[in-house]
């Protein structure tokens, strides 16, 4: 895996780019939209390893093991272990602790009203992603 500069932002530049962000992802209306966002943020390997994430979360929820997973995502069971225990904490308590910005915290309340969880709630905090 390649290494990243330990530089970090200052909070406002921060806040700045997640608040655009999300401005833009409550402004996709269809799936082209979607998969123009994507590529404008992923690279082609970063958007197969999105896939992996979510392809986990799905598997999860159907009740597959994690070796069953693993093999069917060509992944370790230790890589599922990492995914399933990355989304225990809940979105809103992240985004309330690292971005003090209300504008943030409405665009995650309205968000929470429009959409339904992908996900039930068996794996306590998963519901929040979308």
């Known amino acids: 895996m390649s290494t ?35 590529d404008k943020y992923l690279t082609p390997q970063g958007k197969i390893m999105f896939e992996k994430r979510l392809g986990v979360l799905y598997l999860l929820e159907k009740g597959l093991s994690y070796r069953e997973i ?4 060509s992944i ?9 225990r990355g989304f225990k904490n809940p979105t809103k ?8 910005s209300k504008e943030l915290l409405d665009i995650e309340a309205k968000r929470d009203k429009k959409y339904k969880p992908l996900f039930s709630t068996k794996y306590k905090g998963v519901q929040s992603i979308i």
């Open 70 to 73: 693993g093999r069917e995502l």
């Open 76 to 84: 370790t069971s230790k890589t599922v272990s990492f995914i399933k």
């Open 4 to 38: 990243t500069c330990k530089k970090y932002f200052d909070k406002k530049f921060k806040e700045n780019i997640w608040t655009r962000f999300l401005r833009e992802i409550k402004n996709i209306k269809n799936c082209e939209e979607l998969d123009a966002f994507l």
């Open 93 to 100: 308590r992240i985004i309330k602790k690292r971005f003090k």
